[in-house]
């Protein structure tokens, strides 16, 4: 009997010893991240490439969501499961000094090589329409007001702008480029824009014929296919990663 | 005693050299434990669209505005195929580059290249490019000689001449890209990455060459989801003189031209870096996405050369 | 892999040497063919058995024969070298009238004692004895008749006819002749891994299904995540088996396997068995024996069927979650334990309020027949069918806001509309021709089966897109997969008798091969719920498949203290995969061929086992084993004239067991496991994919007890650290996988305790008539289990247990499962999912479970006829 006792007494002492020192013994590659984003501008006046300069006295702008993501396309189709994500729409003052919050980063730590992402204005799957989000202002994706000058001409306009996603299930801008590596939640990330740009393709000259004080730019005319060029194409956000004080 | 020691001491060690006989062999990978080596054979094929061009219609497949597309000429310089595996490391490839007419291509398009001795497992990662036309590139049968010397002499990874049709009106282009791309990680269109060869057999890779990607109304991504527009034809051929040169489609706005909505011009790049974008832009882009795999298979990971 | 003989391995094996060294110098008594305890069965193959010379009836006690008493008594009978009885244990108690009786008469019992190689010596036999009352004497298990009686097993008690000292050749004398003693099968042991789990232990819990039996094995966790249809998740010595890819399983000989299931590669439904038909289960954790084939990476289990108390019944019960089952065993007497039948009822609502409801039903039956010239066949037949809803997975940051209850299922209509239905149907024939006298024996079965299985799962929402019409996105991911498999198959094997080709070195050998060859449909679709439209089409296959396997297995031994055993393997596939969607033009491009895309592939795979066994004294075992295996691939995932490209697992284990009479086993092993691919389950595609080699290296402690003789206690705790070798493949999607070197492999419970706990006992009489007691508990704990992105999972403790009394033919029980009440992850996921919980759908990673049930008891009644 006594021999029993011992060979029980000894298979439990090992068990236990066993489940104490397992209790730290996991090592991961990955690790959850949280961090703030904020929106940062630029230069809110710029050179146009016809002669132009822009400045704006107003821009709001609606930003979100982001979906980042490890491979070289973010678009929906190709990267299904994104590394990190701003799940929320803020609209921001885009011609404020101070950075402007934007909302968290939830995901994980690793490289980031894209991102996609709507400006408020979402067709997500289960969405039978492109749909702005509620704290759009007056329901459009930004709100831009200012003027451009060349020489004597001056043009004062508005727009109204709708970064609409072209396909149910897609972002607005379903993949640019965004590097990153993210080893911790010591972290920041600065969304940086210079909206100013986005006027870029705008064609002045043109609306300088028109007369018209001040020119209101809205969804579906070519001035407005000029702005979104501006967005996508000459003068996209920027994201910079910046190391921060751990929260 | 002793004869019991001396044979437990003979089986110990008789084990002991078993076990280590044993413990070497086997297939330390995850292939068949016979091994073996097959060929690989690389053709390039066009998409039916360069052989045939697109018709107007309501069909997804078809010209949504009413532009009958078709190509006289079609040349491009391909080559730098290239496989990898994931779990040894091991590559295998040729960086030749061969210049090919896709119109004169034979139905079961140009064999490019026959890789023999290759291991006969699967080669998961596979790439190729669509590159500027330097020296050393080589032209293959039927492409002339002459047609590799203009790509050369031009630097086009493209090359294509041809014409839009609709309602009697007909606008005839004649465009060099200098648009060299690399394709890779390409899978065929389930899904499935690279090439499995067959041991004593051969594998067919097929990368495929679409033609119809500047008439999409945005830039691939992934699964092709788009409508087929070509008005654009019409609308930068500013001198209406039926025909569109290049020095038009960089002057032509992509406001004007490729209107948003229907178009979604998401990662087009301003190619010529005059600060703008046009139409020259676009297609310049999506000359950037033509290359394909086994048919319909996507080769989502490009750079830009 | 570089590595000729691994560490850990090479140490165990000098250990090894270095005590059989001693052993050898300090032996003085000759061998003992050892006791059979539950946990190893060691084979006689190296001497001739003890044989009965005269035997005296154990005559029925009259105590009993007033309480019309039917029992079984086994009594463990030591048999000296002159052939009398030195020694008498009872091993399984019948009631101690009984036992005395039974004692009484075997011990005027001689035999002609066992024999190596000439020599007389001491051993040790086991003898069941059945009571059944009134008048006809206590028969021994089959009475003797001469010319039909049944083939018997190879640890049997038999007299060979040649034997100078054994009977008449005239059958009309009953004694001392042809004492027949069946039993149940007994392979050759492969090592310490390979455990009999007996079924004092697999009775001592209460176990809801024939899958959760294999729980009371070491190392073993089984989930249920997918509802009461869909087959159970096994996961094994730091194997996540997913429904049977890494478990070879079979079930009455009969392998429950189905190759390239569309669920799971190697999906195996264990529902068709009926918990109380299963008398012994086989698991090895390993691949040690040459017979494992398919799906042998982590181990493999074979259910042995049977019914030990002859007497049919019928057992009626109800519990939690309105719950009904009944259960009818027909076990007629005189009838061998494989002579059964059974058939099994359920229906319940399930826990979570309406969406985990299944009814389920099933029969199965056997019958073993003696057939003329020393053959006897068991006939197999098994059916089954369930249809469940499923509840599927809640996400855990919507439990954690409270948005949905941890028992709940999303309210959505997708998520409600899952449900699965499972079929099957099996027959099986084995047959036996009794050993020769130079030992050798020829065996051969076959078997077919029909199984059909339609499962409707939706585990990420609202996340895919239409691949037949790309413009179709967000209509839920209802996946519907089905799955029509037929499958036909056999066995041959032929083992020698004990040659002698070089002085001191006996050899055994045996040759066998076994086939199975499936045709399987399966489909693939996404539906839109309420009205199960189909949205999109992944998959539409016909296979056809062809396993052809032979081995050859070898027992050597020099020396009555060592033996090695051990042979290889071969194994040839076949595929034809007939891809009915296979180069579909996608809707934007235009039509050049016709969809369908047919092909063909094979590959052999082929490898070593082999169990180095030492003996130094009679209370200690050694053994040390290497083995290599092999799981097939998924066809529709293999290319024209791919070479089928195999997971190869190599294992290999060293351990230790030491006995202390029959009462304690104490049994301690040390394994590692390298495997070149591993398969993780992907719920967007619905399919598993590779995530490249792993190993998991571990220590298993296993205590089989029986303190007092009403008191059984089974104890094992397995202790695993698997890891991922080498990063991830690189893909399109994650070009640069994130991998620190030693990573932990997630899902996996760095240690897993289970303990089985039998009480017995006879307390007080009803109508003069003694009631007996049960009682017994299981227990498992889970520690806290890694997973992905550095998290990690609570612990687990879950209590089963069961009280119950009997009283002659009336039996009544109460089992409680999850006594404790514990809320837990039954199994924990992470992927990507949109349940519309935000306005802003999430597309990063996050963690998913299904709930385990929570407290429920089952009362019973059992009616003995």
Redesign the interface.
Same mark, same amino acid.
């Given at each position: 009997?006594k021999?029993?006792v011992v060979?029980?007494r000894s298979?439990v002492v090992?068990?236990g010893v066993? /489940?104490v020192a397992?209790?730290g013994?996991?090592? /991961? @590659?990955?690790?959850?991240v949280a961090y703030d984003a904020v929106a940062v501008s630029r230069d809110a006046a710029k050179d146009t490439?016809s002669g132009w300069i822009v400045t704006l006295s107003r821009a709001d702008v609606a930003l %979100?969501?982001f979906?980042f993501?490890?491979?070289? &396309?973010g678009? &929906?189709?190709?990267?299904? @499961?994104?590394?990190?994500?701003v /799940?929320?729409?803020t609209v921001v003052n885009a011609l404020a000094p101070a950075p402007s919050p934007l909302g968290r980063v939830? %995901?994980? &730590?690793?490289?980031v090589?894209s991102v996609s992402y709507d400006f408020g204005i979402?067709w997500?799957?289960?969405?039978t329409a492109a749909t702005p989000?509620p704290s759009l202002p007056g329901g459009h994706s930004m709100r831009l007001e200012g003027e451009a000058r060349k020489g004597a001409m001056l043009v004062s306009f508005t727009a109204d702008v709708d970064v609409?996603p072209?396909?149910? *299930?897609q972002n607005?801008?379903?993949?640019?480029s965004a590097i990153a590596s993210v080893e911790s939640s010591a972290t920041r990330l600065e969304v940086v824009l210079h909206p100013a740009g986005w006027l870029?393709?705008v064609?002045f000259d043109a609306i300088a014929a028109t007369g018209k004080v001040p020119f209101a730019i809205r969804p579906g005319s070519?001035?407005h *296919?000029?702005i979104?060029?501006g967005i996508?194409?000459?003068s996209p956000l920027e994201f910079r990663w910046t190391a921060a004080a751990a929260p | 005693m002793m004869n019991r020691r001396s044979e437990g001491a003979a089986l110990v060690l008789m084990t002991l050299v078993s076990f280590t006989a044993v413990a070497a062999c086997g297939s330390k990978d995850g292939g068949s434990s016979t091994g073996g080596n097959g060929n690989v054979q690389i053709f390039v094929v066009p998409e039916d669209t360069i052989a045939n061009g697109l018709q107007p219609g309501t069909e997804l497949e078809n010209v949504q505005d009413g532009w009958t597309i078709s190509y006289s000429r079609y040349l491009v310089a391909v080559g730098n195929f290239r496989a990898r595996r994931s779990d040894t490391g091991d590559s295998i490839g040729d960086p030749s580059i061969h210049v090919l007419d896709l119109k004169a291509a034979p139905t079961s398009g140009y064999v490019v290249k026959e890789l023999t001795n290759v291991a006969a497992v699967r080669w998961d990662k596979f790439g190729y490019d669509i590159a500027n036309a330097k020296a050393g590139a080589t032209p293959l049968a039927p492409t002339t000689q002459a047609d590799a010397d203009f790509m050369i002499q031009n630097g086009y990874s493209v090359y294509y001449e041809g014409a839009g049709v609709k309602a009697g009106k007909t606008i005839t282009f004649k465009w060099g890209f200098a648009a060299g791309t690399s394709f890779d990680d390409c899978a065929s269109p389930d899904g499935v990455p690279g090439f499995a060869v067959p041991a004593g057999g051969t594998v067919q890779v097929k990368p495929t060459l679409h033609g119809d990607h500047q008439y999409f109304d945005n830039i691939t991504q992934g699964v092709e989801i788009t409508k087929r527009l070509a008005q654009w034809l019409e609308t930068c051929d500013k001198d209406a003189n039926a025909e569109l040169t290049i020095e038009e489609l960089k002057k032509c706005d992509v406001v004007t031209a490729l209107p948003q909505p229907p178009y979604d011009l998401t990662a087009v790049k301003d190619q010529d870096g005059d600060g703008k974008i046009s139409v020259f832009d676009y297609v310049n882009t999506q000359m950037r996405t033509f290359g394909d795999y086994q048919g319909d298979g996507e080769c989502p990971t490009r750079a830009s050369q | 892999m570089k590595r000729a003989i691994p560490h850990t391995f090479g140490l165990a094996l000098g250990v090894t040497a270095a005590l059989l060294w001693q052993a050898e110098a300090l032996a003085q008594e000759p061998a003992h063919e050892h006791a059979r305890a539950p946990a190893d069965a060691p084979s006689n193959e190296d001497v001739t058995p003890p044989s009965v010379l005269t035997h005296v009836d154990a005559q029925y006690p009259p105590s009993a024969r007033q309480a019309r008493k039917h029992g079984d008594v086994v009594l463990a009978l030591t048999v000296d070298a002159d052939g009398h009885v030195s020694k008498v244990d009872v091993f399984e108690s019948g009631g101690a009238d009984l036992d005395e009786a039974a004692i009484v008469a075997a011990r005027q019992w001689t035999f002609v004692p066992a024999k190596r190689a000439g020599k007389p010596l001491a051993s040790r036999i086991r003898v069941p004895f059945h009571f059944a009352p009134p008048a006809p004497p206590p028969e021994l298990v089959a009475p003797p008749k001469p010319g039909t009686e049944p083939v018997l097993a190879p640890h049997v008690v038999t007299t060979p006819s040649a034997e100078p000292a054994g009977p008449a050749a005239d059958g009309a004398t009953p004694a001392p002749a042809e004492v027949r003693v069946t039993g149940r099968p007994n392979p050759p042991s492969r090592g310490q891994s390979d455990f009999r789990i007996p079924r004092t232990t697999l009775t001592a819990a209460p176990h809801g299904s024939g899958a959760d039996l294999l729980a009371t094995a070491p190392g073993v966790y089984i989930a249920h995540p997918e509802g009461e249809a869909i087959a159970q998740r096994i996961y094994l010595r730091g194997f996540d088996a997913e429904h049977g890819q890494d478990v070879e399983l079979h079930v009455a000989g009969i392998p429950m396997n189905q190759p390239s299931h569309i669920h799971g590669q190697g999906y195996a439904d264990l529902n068709l068995v009926i918990p109380e038909t299963v008398r012994s289960i086989r698991v090895i954790e390993g691949v040690y024996d040459p017979r494992q084939g398919d799906f042998a990476v982590a181990g493999s289990a074979d259910y042995d069927l049977g019914i030990e108390e002859r007497r049919s019944r019928v057992k009626l019960s109800y519990g939690s979650f309105d719950t009904k089952r009944m259960v009818a065993i027909w076990a007629p007497e005189g009838q061998p334990e494989e002579t059964f039948g059974a058939a099994n009822f359920r229906t319940t609502d399930g826990f979570g309020n309406g969406t985990r409801g299944g009814i389920s039903g099933g029969a199965v039956g056997q019958y073993r027949i003696g057939l003329p010239y020393d053959v006897s066949a068991i006939l197999h037949v098994g059916a089954y069918a369930a249809r469940s809803n499923i509840a599927g997975v809640v996400r855990r940051d919507d439990v954690a806001a409270g948005r949905i209850g941890l028992y709940d299922a999303y309210p959505d209509p997708s998520a409600r509309a899952q449900s699965a239905g499972t079929s099957r149907t099996q027959i099986g024939i084995t047959i036996d021709r009794r050993a020769n006298e130079d030992g050798s024996r020829t065996s051969a079965a076959m078997w077919f089966y029909l199984a059909s299985f339609r499962a409707r799962t939706n585990f990420t929402g609202y996340t895919q897109r239409s691949r037949v019409q790309p413009l179709w996105v967000g209509r839920g991911d209802l996946i519907e997969q089905s799955n029509d498999d037929l499958g036909l198959g056999g066995s041959l094997s032929y083992r020698s008798g004990h040659l002698v080709p070089i002085k001191p070195f006996a050899i055994q050998y045996e040759l066998g091969t076994d086939v199975r060859t499936n045709r399987v449909q399966q489909q693939q679709n996404l539906l839109q719920a309420p009205q199960n439209e189909t949205w999109d089409q992944r998959d539409d296959a016909d296979l056809r498949t062809t396993d052809v396997g032979v081995f050859g297995d070898v027992l050597v031994s020099g020396s009555k203290y060592v033996k090695l055993r051990g042979g290889a393997r071969a194994d040839l596939l076949f595929f034809d995969v007939d891809d009915k969607l296979g180069n579909f033009t996608p809707a934007f491009s235009q039509k050049t061929h016709l969809p369908g895309f047919r092909r063909t592939a094979s590959g052999i795979a082929a490898g070593p086992r082999a169990t180095l066994e030492g003996h130094p004294t009679s209370w200690l075992r050694l053994s040390a084993s290497y083995g290599e295996g092999y799981r097939s691939p998924q066809a529709r995932q293999l290319e024209e004239g791919e070479q089928a490209p195999f997971a190869k697992v190599r294992s290999y284990e060293a351990g230790a067991t030491v006995k202390q009479g029959d009462d304690i086993s104490l049994t301690a092993i040390a394994y590692q496991t390298d495997l070149s691919y591993d398969l993780a389950f992907d719920p967007s595609e619905g399919r598993l994919d590779r995530i490249g080699p792993t190993t998991r290296r571990g220590l298993v402690g296993y205590l089989l007890a029986a303190p007092a003789e009403w008191m059984n206690v089974s104890l094992s705790a397995t202790y695993v650290h698997a890891t991922l070798d080498s990063p991830p493949t690189p893909t399109p999607e994650n070009p640069s996988p994130a991998y620190v070197s030693g990573q932990s492999l997630p899902y996996v419970p760095p240690l897993l305790v289970r303990s089985d706990v039998a009480l017995t006992h006879n307390f007080g009489t009803v109508n003069a008539k003694p009631l007996t007691w049960k009682a017994g508990y299981g227990t498992t704990f889970l520690s806290s289990r890694p997973l992905p992105y550095g998290q990690t999972s609570p612990p687990v403790f879950l209590l089963d247990a069961t009280i119950g009394v009997r009283r002659d033919w009336l039996e009544l029980s109460l089992d409680a499962f999850n006594l404790l009440d514990a809320r837990y992850a039954d199994t924990e996921y992470a992927f990507v999912s949109n349940w519309q919980s935000g306005a802003v759908p999430s597309r990063v990673p996050a963690r998913h479970i299904t709930a385990g049930a929570p407290r429920a008891l089952l009362a019973s009644l059992t009616l003995y006829l």
């Open positions: 009997m021999h029993h060979l029980v298979f090992v068990a066993l /489940a397992l209790a013994c996991v090592e /991961a @590659s990955q690790e959850a490439s %979100g969501p979906y993501c490890a491979a070289a &396309s678009s &929906s189709t190709l990267c299904a @499961s994104s590394i990190a994500e /799940a929320g729409v939830h %995901g994980f &730590s690793g490289n090589q979402s997500f799957d289960t969405q989000a609409v072209q396909y149910q *299930g607005a801008l379903s993949t640019a870029r393709q064609d070519a001035e *296919g000029a979104l060029v996508k194409n000459l | - | -």
